[in-house]
């Protein structure tokens, strides 16, 4: 059975806290969610502002190929014609072809914030839909807080899906506006729904309980053949339905038979996509990413006890619910505290490094014993792969300091920062140089990279190529006062975007990072010799 898929990210994603979308970031995401199938996007709400109702031109111009766009409003305002309505005339001006109406379900909405009779908001209803289909569009209805609507008064919500029906909407889609609902109660009232109208039954739920998926799925499996969400959840309050696990429960777990996205090889080739998409629109939306999100988090397969990793090098499917690559991510094995002998040769395989019992030993008491002093390497894979080859005896260094010195003064402005590095350089094949440089920075990591970076350029002209794109700084022992170590995790980016980190600990937070930007030069540098190899990137 082919279930719709319907986004919202545009609309109520972009109700979600933090979230803002230029007019670019709408057209770019909703040309990607149209080049993976998806059939309705809903790019906005073009009463609202000038750059929804700009979108919809943008779209008019350059039409998606396979999606329908969807443009979203409410129901008439009390007491006027629809043809009267401003929101109407807006709706129409964006030429969208679909046009999603919001309107209320509940009679104690109707009565306490609507402030009009229950018959009126039933004229809303009609009149509004009745006018766009006359107008040629095809109306989708957003029963609003249907579920809450209906457990209040089961009649009176049952005639506003019928008004909605009679006059012409496509889909009816029951809300839950508040996000408060269970999947039992889902369940129920999607029967009910489904017993009250025809017209195929489309399902919007919100994440308030953590349920909003689990609700999207219980309406599927009750009836529901249209699901509305959004891409990562972003949404009002706590999020909407993510599409992402909406779509891969339904392909991957479900075992009806649900078809969406294409169906077959393209609803195969969506799924393979789904990860990219879920860092496609964090990276437009400009937010992280959630590690632990289902299906397409960089968690979502990360193994970080032993046990774990011991299972899995033996049989994947013992601690994976499903092949990672099938949503489009990938297994990644972690290195701590935790790990056991399995997870080091994990690492220690995709370094190309023979399996040595005695070295594997020797990798884990160190990184047992480095993480008890504040050492983390999960998120500082170079530095791991560095502590491996050291170990191994395969590791020779570059570079080596005589001294750094780094100064902040401030005459009273903005403070000046300095530093000077004195560096004796390697060359295997000529004379060892020394090196003295000296740059200023808009604070100490800055400058001692700039120094550090001039004094190697002559020998090493490719550390051009990469950069520092990520800096964090925790204090790991605060309960000792003073005596406070610190973590620096340093992320650097190559030209390629392979990306890697690498870690620092020490009482002063500059030599810290002194020790992460060293192992991040020199895991560059091992890399290019064909040596680093294990990128996190
Ligand atoms: C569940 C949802 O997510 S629905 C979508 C919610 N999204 C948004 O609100 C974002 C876009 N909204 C906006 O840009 C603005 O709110 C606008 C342009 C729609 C309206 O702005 P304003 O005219 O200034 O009204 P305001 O936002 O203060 O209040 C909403 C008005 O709509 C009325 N209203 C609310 N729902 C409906 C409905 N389904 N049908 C008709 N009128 C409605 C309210 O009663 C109120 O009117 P009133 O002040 O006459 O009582
Ligand atoms: C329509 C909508 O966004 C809601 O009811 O949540």
Known sequence: MHIEIYDTTLRDGAQGEGVNFSLEDKVLIARRLDAMGFDYVEGGYPLSNPKDAEFFQRLVAEPLKNAKTCAFGMTRRKGIAAADDPGMKALIESQAPVVTIVGKTSEFHVREVLQVSLEENLAMIGDTIAYLVSEGREVIY????????????????????????????????????????????????????????????????????ELAVANALASVDAGATHVQGTINGLGERCGNADLISVVANLALKKKKGYKMLGGGDSQADALEHLTELSGYVYEIANMLRRGAQAFVGPSAFAH?????????NRVAESYEHIPPESVGNARRILVSELSGRSNIIAMTTKLNLQEDKALMDAVLKEVVDRENEGYQYEAAEASFALLVRKLARAFTPHFELVKYHVTTESRGGSPLTEATVKLLVHDPEGEDTVEHRVAEGDGPVNALDGA???????????????????????????????AASVRVVIESRDADGETWGTVGVDENV?????QALVDSIEYKLCKEEGAGGGGQG
């Open 142 to 209: 957003d029963a609003e807080h249907f579920f809450d609507g209906w457990k209040l008064n089961p009649e009176y919500a049952a005639k506003t899906i019928q008004a909605a029906a009679d006059a012409g909407a496509i889909r009816v889609v029951m809300c839950d506006t508040n996000g408060g609902s269970l999947p039992e109660e889902v369940a129920e009232l999607t029967r009910a729904a489904a017993a009250a109208v025809e017209v195929p039954l489309g399902i919007h739920t919100h994440n308030d309980c």
């Open 452 to 482: 550090l970076r001039k004094a190697l350029k002559g020998r090493f002209p490719q550390l051009a190529e990469m950069q520092l794109v990520d800096y964090k700084v925790r204090v790991i022992n605060s309960e000792a006062a003073t």
């Open 510 to 514: 500059i030599q810290a990072s002194w």
């Open 304 to 312: 970080k006890g032993g046990m774990h990793v011991h299972a899995i």
